[in-house]
């Protein structure tokens, strides 16, 4: 099987949007105390954009902090779940390559798990374009921390089936992230954020079977694979609730 284009992979949640809607994690309310805390200011009566907004559900928190926001989301099926979910709030298409914005427009431009699916060669000049000055940009993951062992295990388990673990393989987002700024003017500041979520087995591997890496091997692969997991997961937590583990990889630049 030829490997999945990064193009493909970005595509792919289209046709899964009600899943990834259902069943993604969302984040704490410590990662917005911690984006207004780097930032130096309030998300409350901000204007924000969330970019790549996917389904909404970083679009919705933000919205709940008080701030003003904005989506921005390039998926036809994505979109189409956005306005599904959240229909009060406002949503353009368009990516972070091309901002849809007006230039010096936005006090937090923000990417929950999305910053990776652009090009930082397009994506970080437009980000200081359309950034005011002294503005932010947070860019943020959830990862799974290898310290637990059942997730360790787990890891092992999808690595020899798919080659990577979907969520361990976002951890290395935020070093890309800082490692290339072609503009040289986003100095990144970088704080995690642990929390967990307590959600059926079935949730977890609906969860997991999101994520691009199941999606473009097909269901045929990812519903075999994922009818052991759920095997394996029931020896090690019988009652059939587990507890997901995440480190939030939070990014913040200033703008000059």
Known sequence: MTAPSHTDRARSFNAAAAQYAANRPAYPPALFDA?????????????????????????????????????VEPGDGMAAQFRRSHPDIPIVRGNGNALPLATASTDFLTY????????????????????????????????????????????RR?????????????????????????????????RKVRWSRRVPIDTHLAN???????????????????AEEKQNLLKEFPDGIIEETYDVDLLVAITP
């Open 35 to 71: 984006i207004e805390d780097l930032a130096g200011r309030s998300l409350t009566g901000a204007r924000v954009v969330d970019v790549g907004a996917g389904t909404g559900i970083a679009t919705a928190l933000l919205r709940q902090r008080g701030a003003d926001v904005l989506a």
């Open 208 to 226: 997991l079977g999101s994520h691009s890496i199941f999606l473009v091997h097909g269901t045929e692969a990812s519903t075999a694979f994922l």
């Open 158 to 190: 999808i690595e020899r089936r798919f080659g990577l673990h979907p969520v361990v393989e976002q951890g290395a987002s935020g070093d890309r992230a800082v490692q290339n700024d072609p503009t040289g003017r986003l100095a990144f500041t970088r």
């Open 112 to 155: 929950a798990q999305a910053w990776h699916w652009t090009d930082p060669a397009h994506s970080a000049p437009e980000a200081l374009r359309v950034l005011r000055p002294g503005a932010a940009l947070a860019l943020w993951w959830n990862s799974t921390p290898l310290d637990i062992p059942w997730h360790m295990t787990q890891a």
